[in-house]
Nanobody, 116 residues
Framework: QVRLVESGGGLVQAGGSLRLSCAASGSRFSVATMRWHRQAPGKERELVAGVRSGGSPNYADSVKGRFTISRDNAKNTVYLQMNSLKPEDTAVYYC??????????WGKGTLVTVSS
């Protein structure tokens, strides 16, 4: 069974930076598509960024140029570097792993709060 554990959230002032990490257990990480989603209070969960195994990353328009997703297959870890943070980036950020074999797993989330 694959487990995901996010870390790196916290409180930051607008304009600041944070780096989220998501560590995956199990042996399927290298073939998985990894995504970061977020859910702000009172809003639906939305896709922030994703990266396929060996593929190029993709981003939501709202974070393009500010966020960078990357993965380290040797460490079974995906990262989300968030720069120039805005109050509207405040949300719980969730890591998601999906494999071609039908595994689809979510982490419990990490809270990011951006103060103005």
């Amino acid at each position: 069974q694959v487990r995901l554990v996010e870390s790196g959230g916290g409180l930051v002032q607008a304009g600041g930076s944070l780096r989220l990490s998501c560590a995956a257990s199990g042996s399927r990480f290298s073939v998985a598509t990894m995504r970061w989603h977020r859910q702000a209070p009172g809003k639906e969960r939305e896709l922030v960024a994703g990266v396929r195994s060996g593929g190029s990353p993709n981003y939501a328009d709202s974070v393009k140029g500010r966020f960078t997703i990357s993965r380290d297959n040797a460490k079974n870890t995906v990262y989300l570097q968030m720069n120039s943070l805005k109050p509207e980036d405040t949300a719980v950020y969730y890591c998601n792993l999906e494999t071609p074999f039908g595994i689809n797993t979510w982490g419990k989330g990490t809270l990011v709060t951006v103060s103005s």
